[in-house]
């Protein structure tokens, strides 16, 4: 589609948001049925959508926060992605226009396919009024992650609809999964390191299938311990102990490289994270690249993001509550 010129500037009061994610414990196993949980962040993707009386095709005007176009969504995706969700939605395709606003990194494993699909979802029922609960926005949200991705688990939707730290897990391939809340005594901040290289979960999803189709009982062992380490997880959050969480992210960070998921700068930005006094690091979401994440005591995470800013990596911090 045709970008204008210029950028129409910051999203306004119709935009509508999905969020991006951190998974905490438990990508890839998650895609075989075991619990991952996973947690919004302040990075997001807005949507806003707008009729004209064009008979053209729909189009998705993609802006970064700055204004500038960067990296914008690949067309053909977009473009599939628009066509489902009209049609889904039962609305005219033609004369539709959708600006999308994101300060989220793409292809970093934090969920900016699902956020985007979110957001257009939210955007598109809301110009033609039509009132969707979290879980239609979510389950549509999902048949565009298939689109994209293939074989999601559904967690990267499900979390960038409700904007809520979840217990996930997947019960058939068709969608259907349980969802439980998770609750923390206090916040746990949580520093993220963007590894500067550009990977799709996709591929790293389509590795591990293949390495899994080869030697089943290998790989479901390596699943069922990640499973065993999120469940755990699950009361070290209960109980707001952070030494615990850190342990058992460390153990999930040595069974994802153990998957080939893992890469030498989320390597490296680990040994730096852990070096500057974080209780546990790891990577998040697909791998192979993308992001990692590091926790530690409250107070503790600012060496953590000065010394990864030092080695010349992008940081971002947010908060698990
Ligand atoms: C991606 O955020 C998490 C993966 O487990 C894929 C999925 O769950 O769909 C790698």
């Not at 609750?183 to 500067?196: D, E, K, M, Q």
């Not at 930005?269 to 590091?294: D, F």
Request: aromatic content about 4%; proline content about 6%.
């Amino acid at each position: 589609a045709a970008q204008p010129p210029v950028a129409p500037g910051a999203p306004g009061p119709d935009a509508h948001v999905g969020y991006g994610k951190i998974i905490l414990l438990g990508e890839h196993s998650v895609v075989y049925g075991h619990h991952a949980i996973a947690a919004p962040i302040g990075l997001s993707v807005r949507a806003e959508a707008t009729r004209t009386t064009s008979s053209a095709e729909p189009v998705i005007a993609d802006w970064s926060v700055d204004g500038s176009l960067r990296e914008p969504i690949r067309e053909d995706i977009s473009h599939r992605v628009a066509a489902l969700i009209t049609g889904r939605l039962g609305v005219p395709a033609a004369g539709l226009r959708v600006e999308v606003f994101s300060d989220l990194p793409r292809a970093s494993g934090l969920g900016a396919s699902a956020a985007f699909a979110v957001a257009v979802i939210r955007a598109v029922a809301s110009r033609f009024d039509l009132r969707l609960s979290d879980a239609e926005v979510s389950n549509l949200a999902f048949e565009c992650e298939r689109i994209v991705h293939g074989t999601p688990s559904g967690i990267d939707n499900t979390v960038a609809t409700f904007g809520r730290p979840v217990l996930f897990r997947k019960t058939d391939a068709a969608g259907g999964h349980e969802i439980h809340d998770i609750v923390t005594p206090y916040p746990i901040p949580v520093a993220i390191g963007l590894s500067g290289v550009h990977a799709l979960t996709s591929q790293t999803v389509s590795l591990v299938r293949t390495a899994w189709q080869k030697n089943p009982a290998r790989y479901d062992s390596i699943f069922a311990q990640i499973d065993a380490l999120v469940l755990a997880g699950v009361d070290a959050l209960r109980h707001g102990d952070i030494a615990e969480l850190g342990e058992l992210m460390n153990i999930n960070q040595g069974l994802l490289n153990a998957l080939q998921v893992s890469s030498p700068e989320i390597e490296q930005l680990v040994a730096i994270a852990r070096r500057a006094g974080a209780l546990g690091a790891k990577l998040t979401g697909g791998g192979g690249g993308g992001a990692m994440i590091a926790i530690a005591e409250p107070g503790g995470t600012e060496p953590i993001i000065a010394a990864m800013r030092r080695a010349g990596f992008a940081t971002y911090l947010t908060e698990l509550r």
